[in-house]
Structures are given as C-alpha cells and as structure tokens.
C-alpha cells in the first residue's frame, strides 16, 4: 500500500484530477467530491422533510381534519423529525465539514479517505429505509422521532427498519466523527496550533466528541426496543420489571448533546463569517472556544431538563433545572462575543452576513424561550405544547438551517469559482427571514393558551394563529425553491469568484484558487 | 397522486373563508389554584428578563448595524479581546440566574409536596381516554371525548368544528372535584404513556404503565377547566381531553351520591334479560365509545394497523371467542382488556352489535349472563 503510494508519486501525472463519469461519485476519495455529495443529499432531504412539514401545516391550517387521518398525520410529524434532524441537516454540516476542514488547516484531504466514502454511502441506504417505511405495512412509524416505549412498539412493519436505519446512520456519523477528528490532530499545517485553528474546526473537532460520546448510546437504547419487541426482553415494560421512562433518560442522554451536535458547527459557521464582513478579528476567540467546551460539557449534564413531567425526585427536578439554566452563560458569552465583533467594524451585508446576522438574532430569542423552559415549575405549563415546537424551531431552523445557507453563500464562490447572484441571494434572505417569522412566532401564543404538539387537530380558538403559521409555512417553504435555483445557477456559470472572494476574508482557504485544485494543499503552507 | 390531492386540498381550504371565533390569547393563563398563580409570576418574571437582555443585545446590534458600516465611511477597530469584558459578562447573567431560580425552586418544592391531601383521585390513561377513581366514595367511570366533536373530527364530516360547542374540549363523564380542598390525583395508564394536563390548574404529570405519579390541585374557584392529553400516545393522542369541574362542597357531596345511585342501576341493568332492539341500541353506543377509534364507525379498520370488524374471523366465528377477546385483549397488540372497564350489559351488547352490524348479520344474541359466566 505504501509503496504503491510512492509509485505513484514517482511516476504519475502530479495533476490526476477526478475519474471520469459516474463511477466517479461512487468511488471517490476526494474530501470535496464527497463534500459536494453530503450537500446536495442533504439539500434534497431538506425537501422531503419539508414537504412532511407542509402537509402537517396543511391540515392544521383549519380546525377539523381536511386532507389526512390522524394516524398519518403521526407518520409525518415523526418522519419530518428523523429526515430534517438525521437526513438533512445533520448530512449537511458533515459536507461543509467535508469541504472545509483540509482547507482550513492546510491538509490535502481527509486523514481517512476511503473510511469518507464508506461514511457517506452508507447515508443513500439507511434514508431509503427509513423513507420507506412509508409504504409498508401499517405505514411509517408514528410513535415520534423520539421513539418512546411502550408506544413505538407498536409501529407495525416499519419497526425493524427504523431500528436498522437508526443504526446505520449512527455508525455514518460515528465514522464521519472519527475521519474528523484524526484530521485535526494530525493534519494541521505547519504553525497551526489548537489556539490559532479557526472556530468552524474548533467547534466541529468537538462536535465530533460529542457524535462518539452520544450515538452509541442511542444505538444502545434502539437495541433494546428491537429485543423488547422480538426477543421477549422487559428492558421498558413494567411487567417485566423494565421502565419505560428508563428508555427516555437514555434517549435524552443521547438527545441532549444531539441538539448541540446540530448547533456547535453552526456557531462555528458564525464565527467565521462576522469577522469577515466586519473586517474586524473575531472578538474573544478564546473565550469562544472555552465558551464552545463548556457547552459540550453541560450538554451531558442537562438530559433530563426533557423529562420534567415523568415524575422525577425534587432533588433531581432541582439539579437540571440549575444545570440548564447555567447554559445560558457560556452561549451568551457567545452571543456577546459575536455583537463585539459587529461593534466598531466597518460592516458590509452581503447574504451571508445578512444570514449569519439572522442566525444571531432568531438563534437568541430560541435561546431566552430555552431559558424560560429550563424553569421546572413553568415547564409544567410549558412541556410539550406548541411554546416548545417554537422554541426548537427557532433554533433550528432560523438557527441551525439559516448558519448553513450563510456557510454555502460564504463559500459557494470558493467551491466553484463563480459569483452567486447577490440580488437574489437578498431575496432568499428577506423571504426566508419573514417567512419564518410568520411561521414560528405565532406558535409561542397558541402554546401558551393550551394547544398540545403532536396534535392533528385542535380547539377552535387556536385557529388563528394556526392558520397564519400554515401561511408563513408554505411562504418558507416556496422561498427554499429560490435557494436551490441560486445554488444550481452559480455551479453552472456565474462572475468569476476572485482567490479572496471577500475583502475581508482570512483564513488558508482564501490563500487556494476558487475553485480550489482537486487535492487541496499538495504542499503545506507554513502559518506564522 | 397522494401529493395532488393534497395540494387540491391546500387550494380549497385556503378559498374558504376562514371560521373566526378564535380569541387572539397570546398568554398563559394565571389558573386558578394559588400555584398555577405562582408559576405565572415566574413565567412573567423570566419572560421580562428575557425581553430586557434581548433589548440590550439587540439594541447594541443593531446601534452597529447602523453607524458602524462600511457604505458610512466606517473605519475597523482593532481591539478583539478583554478577559475583564469576558468575566463582566459571565458574572451578570450568572446573577441573574440565581435570582430566577431561588424563587422557582421555592415553587418547586411546594409543587411537589402531595401530603396531607384531602382526597385522592386515581387517573389511568388509556387509548384514548381517562378513566377516574374515587376510591374513598367508591365511584369509578371512564371519560371519552363527547359524541358531537367525535362527529365533528372526523375526516370529510362536513361539520363546521366552530358549531360545536369546545370543541375537541368536551367529555361524555367530566371529573368532578370540590373546591377549597387539597386534591391529589394519582396517575397511571394502561397501554402506553399519556399526559394528564390541565392549564388552569397548572398541573400536568405523565401517566405511564406499572407506575403511579402524583400532582394536587387546590382550586379556589368553581367553574369548568378544560384540558388534554400532552404524551403522544397514538393515533387519537388529540382526542382525548379533560374536562375538571370544580363545584361547592355541598354540589360535590350531591354529584357524588348521583354517581353512586347511577352505578346501582348499570349493576341492575347488567342482571336483566335483553331482547335484539335494545341490544342492538346499547351495542352501538358502547361500540362508538369504546371500539370506533380503531376498528371504525363502520368497521373497516385501518388495513394493515387496526383490523376490520367487518367479516372478521373473530366478530362472525365462535362466540366465546368473540367475547374473550374484548374481555381480555390480546397481548402484543393495542387491543385492550375490556373486563374492567365494561358492564356485562355493555360488553353483551357490544358484541351482540358487532355480529350482527357492521356488515355482519350472523343472528347471534348475547345475554348479560353469558357474560357474567365467562368472566
């Protein structure tokens, strides 16, 4: 192996670009060909989910049900989770990960290239089964992307293919999280150390902890649904002298840093872009670093701040309310630290910064609702009502999904040399910011006065705030069309992008062409 | 196919014009117990503190936004770190916090304390309703969702939800409690786990199976508080309210000897002998309450989830069969026990409904004894 390695430096073409045809998607190796893959998948998952999301929002537009019966309606609430959370955004902080990381360090691609192409082709298999449980017999699972004990047991054939799907997209985003993390270490370029790596590495290389710290663990709590149902085993049935709430504090255990998972790389993404179009050094990077870790820290620490209505001890009500609540220190150091990057820079608001300024600002307000949840005795009001669907779709979607659009406009120009269309780019900005608003905002009100989530139906005084959220749905949803036609148009032709793109840009992925050669950095550049 | 004809349905509902009644609440109700008033105090309380810091925030933002832009000549600071700015910022918010959470512990630890109740109500989920028990008087009865928002719920009913008075609100049986009194509900379920959830009395505990939770209620004032399920409990996880009455004390002690004097006469109607008519009549209203859910007001199931009851193996087979499923259920399934919660009579005349309705005409009669001998 090695010596062919040697061969083939000694002797071959130092220019080889990508096999051709369509073989070449299948068998690369390439850190921005399998990028580009986990982004475009993900880009069409956003779709699917989205359609899911549409559908809900179509039937709760009125009160009574007009278009699905209610146990479909279940199938969509649970799919539009797991395809959004596992198929779509997941995917896509992977693919920017992909691209950027061996750019931003200095490397020529991933540490384990072959292990990249395994991670990602894994993805196509897994999200066929799990879509297709839509068609089999008693439909898709219906129980929530949550899967709780004893209700998911009685999913009908889709059962075993969730479990199976779940599992093998745990094992992508485990191999994905290794590939990442032995890049950082041993890949950086000459003078990088920890402290100078920029914050998008920074808060993926920990991120990563948190993907092998935590998908085992939900490996572990689907394992034993499977043996619960076929194998006779009581590990959440009280009749056996199992617990069903056993399986919620695994899940959350899981599901905590999972939510973390969805944001470090987007506050990374934020950090990066700021600075840029403040031509102003980020504020506090080191205080954003340590600020990044203690939020892994605690996100181990806080699971059970989803469980408060189980029927815990005081003692334990009492320790993850104090811990939830003290999340609320490091992430507003970040938000601080990103308003003293803005303060006294000389700002320009092209779309990604237009994005990035969003993110800051919707990303906070789903963080004060976050606090007010983190209360325990408001909880009680509060836990699963329509305040929580706002709550985390303010987080991830004006959060999570709105740092990934501006990650894709900030180096959209970068990956193909071309200029997007900064007109448009606007556009996409304005509708989707308002859009959004009109589609989550209102959600805080009707879950305040009552409304349940999950619900395919409800009371008629939610009917107006339903109805205006069902118009801010399909307004969001139409305007993601814009996006994808902005993106498509740029790969196919565009204004040349410059090396720099941006004016004030910094970092080693600004010192490669645009588009960068095919193996990143051949030789390695020497940071000071 | 499927897409088409959801779009044809966004088009046609959008067309009508929308059914206004809706009240504009943007706010959690202050309740009507002194806790429920407690926990909206914090919920104010944390709310405001979020609107200042957010004031502050924002309004820096967006002061930048404005002056400090490159089209106005801005020219870049270079500061980009101060330990003493970092440590300002952590040791406020942290202040804050406490501030906020020495009150809501206090609340939490009131919130917590059941003892010294002055009664005590079992509350058990099922799919898809509440069942109560009153332990000290001896009443129990299960709480479905009420017949007209059943009605009005279901898809392509043609019912406009507005004319139906709380709607998707409303029980056939509501709880009742007194009021003044120190309430404490137990909570349980059967099946799968469920949340017992009421606003005005801010309480909400999760019902789930083989264990018992605990919440109490003391509600000062008399009125009827609505309230619904919030555990994802399966396909009519939407249809399953709470209705709490809170009465007098005196109104209370007369609901309760009704209660009792209504469950000697379902005793008695359990002894009697029955022809087909009436039968069939009861077999119907126990069916839609207790059977309709799953199997479908007309018997066609959900293929592939929920079997038919028309031309089913079971419901035109062997009788004893037929009846030791719906007394016993069948394990694995969502198919519930019925012995406990059914009279003889229901249960005679639910299956007597079921064979000889629904598209079944097997001419099968079942008597209250029949039942009583095979329990």
């Not at chain 1, 073409?13 to 369509?22: C, I, Q, S, V």
């Not at chain 1, 000459?190 to 998008?200: E, H, N, S």
């Not at chain 1, 034993?224 to 002298?241: C, E, I, Q, R, V």
């Not at chain 1, 395919?456 to 399909?474: C, E, K, L």
Request: hydrophobic letters at 50%; aromatic letters at 14%; one cysteine or more.
């Amino acid at each position: 192996m090695n010596a062919q390695a040697v061969e083939h430096v000694d002797h071959d073409d130092h220019h080889h670009g990508p096999a051709k045809g369509w073989m070449r998607w299948i068998t690369t190796t390439n850190h921005k060909d399998i990028g580009s893959l986990y982004l475009w998948f993900s880009l069409i998952m956003f779709f699917v989910g989205g359609i899911m999301a549409l559908i809900i929002r179509a039937e709760l537009f009125q009160p009574g049900l007009q278009l699905v019966d209610p146990a479909f309606f279940n199938q969509m609430t649970t799919m539009h989770a797991l395809v959004m959370i596992f198929l779509a955004l997941m995917p896509a902080f992977v693919g920017l990960a992909n691209w950027m990381i061996p750019m931003m360090i200095g490397a020529p691609d991933m540490a384990l290239p072959r292990m990249n192409n395994w991670s990602f082709w894994i993805l196509p298999f897994a999200s066929t089964m799990l879509i297709a449980t839509l068609f089999v017999d008693g439909g898709a699972p219906a129980g929530g992307w949550t899967m709780y004990p004893p209700l998911v047991l009685q999913t009908g054939a889709a059962f075993p293919m969730l479990i199976f799907s779940v599992h093998l997209l745990g094992i992508s985003s485990i191999m994905g999280s290794i590939n990442i993390i032995a890049t950082i270490m041993n890949m950086r370029a000459p003078g990088m150390t920890y402290m100078k790596m920029p914050l998008f590495v920074w808060t993926w290389f920990i991120t990563a902890y948190l993907l092998i710290a935590t998908m085992p663990v939900l490996a572990g709590a689907v394992t034993m649904l499977l043996t619960d149902k076929y194998f006779a085993t009581s590990f959440f049935s009280a009749a056996g002298g199992g617990d069903p709430v056993m399986f919620q504090h695994i899940f959350w255990f899981f599901g905590h840093p999972e939510v973390y998972i969805l944001i470090l790389p987007a506050f990374g993404i934020v950090s990066q872009i700021i600075p840029t179009f403040a031509r102003k050094q980020l504020f506090g990077y080191s205080s954003m670093v340590y600020a990044t870790a203690s939020i892994a820290f605690l996100s181990f620490i806080v699971w059970a701040h989803h469980m408060f209505t189980v029927g815990l001890p005081v003692a334990a009500e009492l320790f993850f309310m104090f811990a939830t609540m003290l999340i609320a220190v490091p992430t507003g150091v970040k938000v601080f630290n990103w308003v003293s990057t803005m303060w006294k820079g000389s700002m320009t608001f092209e779309t990604p910064m237009l994005f990035a300024i969003g993110f800051v600002i919707m990303f906070t307000i789903g963080g004060f609702s976050g606090l007010m949840l983190a209360i325990t005795p408001v909880d009680f009001q509060y836990h699963d009502t329509y305040f929580v669907v706002a709550h985390f779709h303010y987080v991830l979607v004006p959060g999570a999904i709105f740092a990934v659009m501006a990650a894709v406009y900030y180096w959209l120009p970068k990956w193909t040399g071309n200029m997007y269309d900064e007109k448009l780019g606007r556009f996409h900005f304005w509708f989707s910011t308002i859009f959004v608003n009109i589609l989550f905002f209102p959600q805080h009100f009707v879950g305040l006065a009552g409304m349940p989530r999950r619900i395919p139906d409800y009371a008629v005084q939610f009917a107006d705030f339903n109805a205006i959220s069902s118009i801010g749905a399909f307004g969001f949803g139409l305007s993601q069309l814009l996006f994808a036609y902005i993106v498509i148009k740029t790969v196919r032709s565009g204004k040349k992008a410059t090396d720099q793109v941006w004016e004030g840009a910094d970092g080693l992925e600004w010192t490669l062409s645009s588009p960068p050669p095919y193996h990143s950095f051949s030789t390695q550049p020497i940071v000071k | 196919m499927k897409r088409s004809c959801i779009t044809g349905g966004v088009l046609a509902s959008l067309l009508t014009p929308l059914s206004v009644h809706a009240d504009w609440e943007v706010n959690m109700p202050t309740g009507v117990t002194d806790l429920s008033a407690e926990i909206y105090g914090l919920h104010m309380a944390a709310f405001w503190v979020c609107v200042i810091i957010g004031i502050i925030v924002f309004g820096a933002m967006i002061y930048s936004i404005i002056h400090h832009r490159k089209d106005k000549g801005a020219k870049p600071a270079t500061f980009h770190e101060s330990t003493t700015v970092e440590i300002v910022w952590t040791v406020i918010p942290v202040i804050i916090l406490i501030s906020l959470a020495i009150p809501a512990a206090q609340a939490l630890v009131k919130i917590e304390d059941s003892s010294n109740a002055d009664m005590t109500i079992k509350v058990t989920g099922y799919q898809w309703k509440w069942q109560y028990e009153y332990a000290e008087d001896g009443i129990s009865f299960f709480s479905n969702l009420d017949a007209k928002s059943r009605e009005a719920s279901a898809r392509g009913s043609g019912i406009d939800p507005a004319t139906v008075d709380n709607y998707l609100l409303e029980v056939d049986n509501p709880v009742v409690i007194p009021v003044g009194k120190k309430v404490r509900f137990l909570f349980t379920a059967n099946d799968v786990i469920h949340s017992w959830w009421v606003p005005e009395l801010a309480v909400k505990k999760d019902a789930i199976p083989g264990f018992v939770n605990d919440m109490w209620a003391q509600v000062n004032t008399p009125g009827t508080y609505r309230g619904q399920c919030t555990e994802l409990c399966g396909k009519d996880h939407g249809f399953m309210p709470i209705t709490v009455i809170a009465k007098e004390e005196s109104e209370y002690r007369q609901w309760v000897a009704e209660q009792q004097a209504a469950a000697k006469e379902a005793a008695a109607a359990s002894e009697q002998e029955w022809d087909m008519a009436g039968l069939l009549e009861k077999g119907q209203q126990v069916y839609n309450t207790s059977c309709a859910a799953c199997h479908g007001a007309t018997g066609a199931g959900i293929p592939g989830v929920f079997p038919a009851m028309t031309g089913s193996a079971i419901a035109t087979g062997d009788i004893n069969a037929h009846i030791d499923i719906v007394l016993n259920g069948k394990a694995g399934t969502a198919m519930q026990a019925f012995a406990a919660q059914l009279s003889d009579a229901d249960i005679a005349a639910v299956v007597t409904y079921e064979r000889n309705a629904l598209g079944n005409s097997t001419g099968d009669m079942v008597q209250p004894a029949a039942i009583k001998a095979l329990r």
